[in-house]
């Protein structure tokens, strides 16, 4: 039986705020990589027959579910997409995460006191307390435990760290979209 996990493995550009990608560019690219298998639901996909070889999992053999079972049919192992046409997402996996000062590496020590006001408002703004530098929320150093964006793709069921795209797929994607890529643990959207 799979653990059921409150967190996932995000796909984004890096410029995430400027740049919204076409989503039939991005499945188009994931479709040829054989990365999606068929769909399920609007926006939900199964794993496709090459899932494994784009995303690299930790450890020697990861146990997932990859299938939706009768009782619960989201809590497993599938990619979709999360699409905002308003605002840019801010995806947080708030046990882990550690952000720090992009221009001093100062280690935020209050930041989830703002985390809500941040998720809702991702385009604010942050001044560091130890070099007073100010820097877009989505630009502090995250060490991929923040996702953002108006398009991203979510592999559910992933573990902080367990898992990361390969280089072929970045670079596909990159490609495919004109836009550099980058992945990202979180909370579930």
Not at 83 to 89: E, K, T, Y
Not at 122 to 142: D, R
């Amino acid at each position: 039986m799979t653990e059921l996990m409150n967190t996932s493995l995000y796909l984004f550009p890096t410029e995430a705020i400027a740049t919204v990608p076409a989503i039939s560019a991005v499945s188009k690219c994931l479709q040829q990589l054989k990365i999606l298998g068929s769909a399920f639901a609007e926006y939900h996909f199964l794993v496709g027959n090459n899932f494994f070889q784009h995303i690299i999992f930790a450890g020697c053999s990861p146990a997932m579910q990859l299938k939706p079972n009768p009782t619960n049919d989201s809590n497993f192992t599938h990619i979709s997409w999360l699409i905002s046409s308003g605002d840019p997402r801010l995806l947080i996996a708030n046990r882990d995460a550690r952000p720090r000062c992009p221009s001093c590496n100062h280690k935020l020590s209050n930041w989830k006191t703002n985390v809500l006001d941040w998720i809702a408002h991702p385009t604010q703004s942050y001044t560091c307390e130890k070099c007073h530098q100010s820097c877009s929320v989505t630009s502090l150093n995250w060490r991929h435990y923040a996702a953002y964006g108006s398009l991203l793709v979510q592999i559910h069921q992933v573990f902080p760290g367990e898992a990361v795209p390969s280089e072929q797929l970045v670079n596909a994607l990159q490609d495919a979209t004109e836009a550099t890529w980058t992945y990202a643990w979180a909370d579930k959207a």
